[in-house]
């Protein structure tokens, strides 16, 4: 069946490059199948799609031949594997990001999508290991309280994943057994390879599959894992959730992945903070609201109220003559302000409660009064 690429895209027939660039990069973003809601059956078709636009040569043959084309052997090589694709996006994911953590791969950048071809998105690191397994990058959602986002929390979690094997210590080979040289790279650790991309042929050097760049391997392999260096495993580890995090982000452990075959690099762990519906806290950044409620005489000659604040029970003056909708400000009762110091503020916001009914007494105090204002 024929495919409309333009379509897919979302963009014009005449559309530039840089358009077509700008569309393919937010739609994989978007239906990436690592992200929550992600669509790998989507995100394959837009990858299609922007390899074939993505060329002026072959964007020619589209727009003349239409995507059956592709049947007949039209397209050639596009690009990488399916599966080079999706590991050179899972590194660039895990490229981004500052000091530990990272948030919600906001900034994420694609440059590497099609291995070596950086350029193409705007400069990115090239490749870490060319081919070599990078362990798989796992995301886990925990969820916390508005106190534990506000203040940070440590929190054990339990996780199934791909780990080194503690027997051999990820290299696969028998612990004690001789370590002879790599017959493929020959001891090099690389090899050079000639990848056929829909820019050309290209020569690159990527570290040697066999050894993982070792250049040497183990003559028996470790009968624990099999050789491969990893076992699945649970495990607990220790999460500690900055200060300050807001429902919906994600901090980032680098190397806490799934562990790569033959010891190679780790992946990475995502965690998505959750926090719990609640109904006493608003947040408004890093500044807390709270309604809080006072009656008519306390506005007008003004008092003093309990006001839960993330501190606990504080008390706070209401000024004479307040009026409903007025903010009294507590200066650094807020939430603590995320990988930096200090903390926003905490805002009372005044209701003033008038009685439906007074009793007789009541109505006989208000009657003067309004004779006397
Ligand atoms: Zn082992
Ligand atoms: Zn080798």
């Known amino acids: 069946m024929s495919k409309d690429y333009y379509k897919i895209l979302g963009v014009e027939k005449n559309a530039t490059q840089d358009e077509l660039k700008k569309a393919f990069k937010k739609l994989a973003m978007q239906h990436h199948p690592d992200r929550p809601g992600g669509d790998e059956k989507k995100f394959k078709e837009i990858n299609e799609a922007f390899q074939v636009l993505g ?186 959730i900055p200060a300050g995090i807001d429902d919906g982000q994600s901090i980032r452990l680098s190397g806490h992945g799934e562990a790569a075959p033959h010891g190679g690099q780790s992946g990475d762990l995502y965690v998505q903070a959750h926090v719990r519906p609640q109904k006493v806290f608003h947040r408004e950044g890093f500044d807390v609201y709270t309604d809080n409620e006072i009656n008519f005489t306390q506005a007008v000659l003004g008092d003093k109220i309990e006001v839960e604040t993330i501190d606990g029970q504080i008390r706070v003056a209401v000024p004479e003559g307040t009026e409903s909708g007025q903010l009294i400000r507590l200066k650094g009762r807020g939430i603590f302000y995320l990988g930096r110091s200090g903390r926003g503020d905490h805002y009372v916001k005044i209701k003033i409660r008038i009685p439906r009914r007074v009793s007789r007494k009541v109505r006989k105090t208000l009657e003067e009064l309004k004779s006397e204002l």
Not at 149 to 162: D, H, M, T, Y
Not at 191 to 212: I, K
């Open 55 to 240: 060329d002026a040569e072959k964007r020619k043959k589209f727009d003349q031949f239409g995507s059956d084309f592709e049947q007949q052997g039209g397209w050639g090589g596009a690009g990488g594997s399916w599966e080079d694709v999706m590991n050179a996006f899972r590194q660039q994911q895990g490229g981004a990001g500052q000091g530990g953590f990272s948030f919600n791969f906001g900034g994420a950048d694609f440059g590497d999508l099609f291995g070596g071809f950086g350029d193409l998105f705007g400069g990115g690191s090239s490749r870490r290991n060319g081919h070599s397994s990078r362990g798989r990058d796992i995301q886990v959602d925990v969820e916390i309280d508005f106190k534990e986002a506000a203040f940070g929390v440590e929190k054990e979690l339990s996780l199934r994943k791909q780990s080194k094997c503690d027997v051999c210590g990820g290299s696969g080979g028998e612990p004690g057994s001789k370590k002879e040289t790599c017959g493929i790279c020959h001891g090099q650790g690389q090899v050079t390879q000639v990848q056929r991309t829909f820019l050309g042929a290209m020569q690159t050097v990527v570290t040697c599959s066999a050894c993982n760049g070792r250049g040497e391997k183990s003559s028996k392999i470790c009968k624990h894992c099999g050789g491969d260096g990893i076992l699945a495993k649970t495990s607990s580890i220790n999460i500690k």
